[in-house]
């Protein structure tokens, strides 16, 4: 009861890459990085809640000003709405295991995408 269920970062992780993430998505993750310092990188290459999502590269009316940013902006921002909740996920699996971190998402190229967990110390 005392000690953690995992004895390093490295083995907690791969738990959500395979156990944790098939429970939720149906599939791992595709691919796991890490610089042994306490960062790691989850890709999921065809995430399920962005399958579906495009973007539209033409800007609306053709206005560039400052108050009408381009639409691909406006969809990279609503698609990195999406990922506010898996990440989410992500960070309160690992703080129930005793890890505190912080998760960030990057969208490389739709579907695909990467999750960065960064350990606290």
């Given at each position: 009861m005392e000690r953690p269920?995992?004895?390093?970062h490295l083995e907690a992780i791969k738990f959500i890459c395979k156990d944790f993430w098939s429970e939720l998505f149906k599939k791992q993750i595709d691919n796991l990085k890490t610089n042994h310092r306490?960062?790691?990188?989850l890709q999921d290459?065809?995430?399920?809640?962005?399958?579906r999502m495009s973007v539209d590269p033409s800007p609306e009316n053709g206005d560039l000003s400052q108050d009408n940013p381009p639409a691909e902006n406006k969809a990279a921002q609503a698609t990195s709405m999406h990922l506010y909740f898996p990440c989410g996920i992500i960070r309160g699996a690992l703080s129930n295991l005793g890890i505190p971190c912080a998760v960030t998402a990057d969208i490389s190229n739709l579907p695909a995408c990467s999750f960065v967990v960064r350990i606290k110390a």
């Amino acid at each position: 009861m005392e000690r953690p269920y995992f004895s390093d970062h490295l083995e907690a992780i791969k738990f959500i890459c395979k156990d944790f993430w098939s429970e939720l998505f149906k599939k791992q993750i595709d691919n796991l990085k890490t610089n042994h310092r306490g960062t790691f990188v989850l890709q999921d290459n065809r995430f399920r809640w962005l399958a579906r999502m495009s973007v539209d590269p033409s800007p609306e009316n053709g206005d560039l000003s400052q108050d009408n940013p381009p639409a691909e902006n406006k969809a990279a921002q609503a698609t990195s709405m999406h990922l506010y909740f898996p990440c989410g996920i992500i960070r309160g699996a690992l703080s129930n295991l005793g890890i505190p971190c912080a998760v960030t998402a990057d969208i490389s190229n739709l579907p695909a995408c990467s999750f960065v967990v960064r350990i606290k110390a």
